[in-house]
């Protein structure tokens, strides 16, 4: 089952503009974090954040999150064509650390 | 340090066979994840190996079982094929502890004739 959902399903850009995604969940959390997917191939980590913190920063990516809306966005600053691909959130509850809840993700296309 | 390796990475089978799939982990790390990706029903998680037990497993039915071995490998296996089986099942390795990543393989692709 999915944790929650994500919006927009879809977004178009033109190279060096922003884009943000954003991540809705349905239980508490221990942390959440977001991946890239490129089309037939697997998944990469993009970043992780705790239940605790509120805010991290990895070169151009942001992300926050909003544990009292249970939600979580990412920005992507300054979009590349390589950028594009599929982007998900997931995040893990209490001690199951091995187990990951995805959103339905987010298609981002950034036109050079 | 090499990556997450899956095993084929496609493979073609009919409706009531059985098949296997391959993940080698990271090395060192102990616990490794399964998951199934199809378009209707995106990511979901099967179960987690962590020092050859099954720690987490997901609402998948019977059919789907897994094992670990003592060098951290793991294999997935699915029997009594069926048309909704096709998908591509992804194997994500990590340290095992709070607060890690999940490091994934290509995944292999599963179509059901």
């Known amino acids: 089952s999915q944790q929650g959902e994500e919006d927009p399903q879809a977004l178009s850009i033109q190279e060096g503009e922003n884009a943000t995604m954003n991540c809705s969940y349905k239980t508490s959390i221990n942390n959440l974090q977001w991946y890239r997917q490129n089309s037939g191939r697997g998944l990469v980590h993009l970043i992780l954040?705790?239940?605790?913190?509120r805010e991290k920063h990895s070169g151009r990516l942001r992300v926050t999150l909003d544990t009292s809306k249970k939600s979580s966005s990412l920005l992507i600053t300054a979009s590349r064509a390589a950028d594009t691909a599929s982007y998900f959130c997931?995040?893990?509850?209490?001690?199951?650390?091995?187990?990951?809840?995805f959103g339905q993700g987010t298609i981002l296309t950034v036109h050079p | 340090k090499a990556g997450v390796t899956q095993t084929p990475r496609y493979l073609i089978k009919t409706r009531g066979q059985q098949v296997t799939l391959s993940c080698s982990p990271i090395?060192?790390?102990?616990?490794v994840s399964w998951y199934q990706q199809t378009p209707g029903q995106g990511l979901q998680f099967l179960f987690e190996?962590?020092?050859?037990?099954?720690?987490n497993k997901g609402n998948f039915p019977g059919r789907f079982s897994g094992r670990q071995f003592s060098n951290s490998r793991s294999e997935m296996n699915v029997s009594t094929l069926e048309l909704g089986d096709s998908a591509l099942y992804l194997c994500?390795?990590?340290?095992?502890?709070?607060?890690?990543?999940?490091?994934f393989g290509d995944g292999t692709r599963l179509s059901i004739l």
């Open positions: 997931a995040t893990v509850s209490g001690t199951s650390y091995g187990k990951l809840t």
């Open positions: 090395s060192g790390h102990r616990s």
């Open positions: 190996y962590f020092s050859e037990t099954q720690r």
């Open positions: 994500a390795s990590s340290s095992g502890g709070g607060n890690q990543p999940q490091h």
């Open positions: 954040i705790r239940s605790n913190e």
